[in-house]
């Protein structure tokens, strides 16, 4: 039987249409507010995502493509793939979380994979949104 209180990587879904494929690239952006606002172009689609992070309590960036080396998940054979299997998840919420345990209960643990990086979030919550593509400047 498996433990209840055991760090768990379930998939997060910060849009109802997030697409199946990897994310290129994160961008990360912060704030003197303890606000970080992270973006994301994922292969094959022509639009950024935004994710607003407010209430952040503690926030990691490391250049370690798919989160081999960096990230603070114990079992990484346990997170989450994408449908083929060739790729992990690119947004996850780690469920019982050691780092969520460092502070307070209301706080959530984010980790947010791509081809080039891999950037862990606590925070007391996250709201997300398609920007527009970029349109080609008329010429």
């Not at 960096?70 to 979380?97: C, F, H, Q």
Request: hydrophobic fraction near 40%; aromatic fraction near 8%.
């Amino acid at each position: 039987m498996e433990n209840p209180d055991r760090e768990r990587a379930v998939k997060w879904l910060p849009v109802d249409d997030l697409p199946h494929s990897p994310c290129h690239v994160w961008r990360v952006r912060t704030d003197n507010d303890f606000e970080a606002v992270v973006e994301g172009r994922f292969v094959r689609d022509d639009r950024t995502l935004q994710i607003q992070f407010v209430g952040l309590e503690r926030i990691s960036a490391t250049n370690d493509m798919l989160g081999n080396m960096g990230m603070t998940v114990k079992d990484k054979s346990a997170l989450p793939m994408l449908d083929d299997d060739s790729y992990r998840w690119p947004t996850i919420r780690i469920e019982n979380s050691e780092w969520v345990g460092l502070f307070l209960d209301d706080c959530q643990h984010f980790v947010l994979l791509s081809l080039e990086c891999t950037v862990e979030v606590v925070a007391r919550c996250a709201s997300a949104r398609w920007l527009a593509a970029a349109t080609p400047a008329e010429g």
